[in-house]
């Protein structure tokens, strides 16, 4: 896999038909059972399967609180194609559904990049918003636990641009020309009165009601779209702003379907996209690796 194939796949994937979808989930304690169908028109279905736990973060060897698989369901015949592996997919798309949205809405001379977070989604924000954007000179790291953060530059010396991990977010923010957030905060980290005019604001976190990365003078101050409205409806940074009063469902611009059919129109105004995911996006990105490993594949076959 290529960032080129996986925003291409994406960006394809949207000129099509809209998904339908159906999520299914048992709890037993702490221990979550959960599974996510997808029909896409055009391009097959799939179903992710989670298996979800976290006491085993607590562990005096700690596991990994979440192992997934998903299934890639053949357009033609209908069959099981392919079994992948679940979190490497999420990685991919999850990163390249906020880069394509970048290239449509961040500003193209783009300078400076602010990552929030120390996870590996947050390490694939980066790679793929240079991808986007590779006017981008510097790169700001912040994380409530800063030593995360240690690995996490360490990764990144390799885009070949200046890694600066910083404590004032704030100030981070006021500098930024793309904020790029995958945290589990609760509550705001990024504050609307410091945001540059012409801000590219890319939310990841915040995928439950409860959550939230930014905060109400963000959503007032930008041109607010979602990568997927039936999904973004439920994340807090836009259901709170909703309830709050402070976006309308109507001032959402569009999701990635309207956008890569009809480009956004650029403004001076900062920009918010809200990656909220959903099983069509595993699914373009499944099928896009599939076929990437069925030519190497083929072409191994044949050395």
Request: with cysteine; net charge negative; charged share 25%.
């Given at each position: ?25 048992l709890r037993d304690g702490s221990f979550s059972l959960f599974s996510r169908g997808v ?149 705001p980290i990024i504050r609307g009165r410091f945001l540059k005019p012409g801000a590219h ?59 890569v059919r009809a480009a956004p129109e650029r403004s001076s105004r900062a920009t918010v ?31």
């Amino acid at each position: 896999m290529t960032w080129e194939r996986a925003i291409h796949a994406l960006r394809k994937g949207h000129c099509a038909g809209r998904p339908g979808t159906e999520d299914f989930l048992l709890r037993d304690g702490s221990f979550s059972l959960f599974s996510r169908g997808v029909i896409l028109p055009g391009h097959g279905a799939g179903v992710k399967v989670a298996s979800i736990f976290p006491p085993n973060a607590r562990r005096e060897t700690p596991l990994p609180t979440e192992d997934a698989i998903f299934l890639v369901v053949d357009e033609e015949g209908k069959s099981i194609s392919y079994i992948l592996d679940g979190p490497e997919i999420t990685r991919w798309k999850t990163a390249a559904d906020s880069a394509l949205a970048s290239e449509m809405l961040s500003a193209i001379d783009s300078k400076t990049l602010l990552v929030a977070g120390a996870g590996p989604i947050a390490l694939a924000l980066a790679h793929a918003h240079v991808h986007a954007r590779p006017s981008i000179e510097r790169i700001l790291l912040w994380n409530r636990t800063l030593q995360k953060l240690d690995a996490v530059a360490q990764a990144l010396t390799s885009l070949g641009r200046p890694i600066d991990v910083i404590t004032d977010m704030n100030e981070a923010v006021s500098q930024a020309d793309i904020i790029s957030a995958a945290t589990g905060s609760v509550s705001p980290i990024i504050r609307g009165r410091f945001l540059k005019p012409g801000a590219h604001v890319d939310l990841v976190g915040g995928y439950r009601p409860d959550m939230r990365e930014a905060d109400d003078d963000v959503i007032a101050r930008s041109d607010v779209y979602v990568d997927f409205r039936d999904t973004a409806l439920d994340a807090g940074d836009i259901s709170q702003a909703i309830a709050n009063g402070s976006l309308l469902q109507d001032d959402i611009k569009g999701d990635l379907f309207d956008m890569v059919r009809a480009a956004p129109e650029r403004s001076s105004r900062a920009t918010v996209f809200k990656n909220a995911g959903g099983a069509h996006l595993d699914l373009l990105i499944g099928l896009a690796a599939a076929r990437a490993s069925d030519r190497s594949d083929r072409i191994d076959r044949t050395a």
